[in-house]
């Protein structure tokens, strides 16, 4: 008895630092935490709040005499029942269809050479990335110009090449073609970034794995499928991600060579949102835009996250 009462106060004892500390580090991770909840708060959360109460308004751009009403979906229900939003729904998941494997591949198998020990490496990695680090508005004035129909350098090297036999496309002005050419420059911009990306990857990946599989008698290609590939699964999740959600932006492009032309081919969500806003000074119809695009690429992104978990990569 006298030993039970004496080893009461020791045991309340040694819990008070234990506690202490517990209470400690969760006041260093709440601390920590804190900085991105805010940012995250101010920047996404608020502004996507604030979008979804004006998407339920008649709010013009310009303050107007009459007062600003309520009026619930009509908002969603008029641009679902918009042909104009269909087909720009469509033409961006066309684009998101092309883009993926030209701008991604290209972006993969630049990394995969400029990981080599090639002389001058780390220059044409500079080379590479510079489009990357080019305002896209140049960009397009640069191509713009490369697309120019019938004179163009573009159909010119094409009629060169062919002996004439190809007659001059109009890059930006045949609906056929439209698509295709904001595809090929947005790709020729942009894998830059992708490539960059793939390269730490590939940096990270241990190099004893590949002597591992050189000592078991494995080729350059079984290294690179069973070494490279499942080291590079986290990248390629983040990769298609990110690219995804970028094609699905697009707009710089679109405004600055088509205009959503010709006969709405190469419209795309974004820049139907602008115009609504803007040109139309329906401030409430494109919130209610942004919220279903929004809604749109995080559906997206999950089921991609989701499927690439399933299948291992």
Known sequence: MTLQQSALPTTVTATHPASRRDRSRLYQEIGMLAPAVILLTIFLIVPFLLSFWTAMTNQPLVPRPTPVRFIGFNN?????????FWTSLWNVSRFTFWILPVQCGLAFATAMLLHQKLPFRNFFRGLFFLPAITSMVVVCVIWGTLFQYPTGPLNQVIGFLSGGSIQPIDWLGDPEWAMFSIVLLSAWQAYGFQMIIYLAGLQGIPDELYDAARIDGANAFQR???????????THVFVLVITTIQAFKLYTQVAILTQGGPKSSTETVVHYMVRSGFEEQKLGHASAVSVILFLIVLVI????????????V
């Open 76 to 84: 969603f229900l008029r641009i679902l029942r918009d042909d104009l």
């Open 301 to 312: 992104a999950l089921l991609q996250r989701q499927l690439l978990r399933r299948y291992d």
């Open 224 to 234: 690179f499928w069973h070494v490279t590939m499942p080291g590079l699964r986290p």
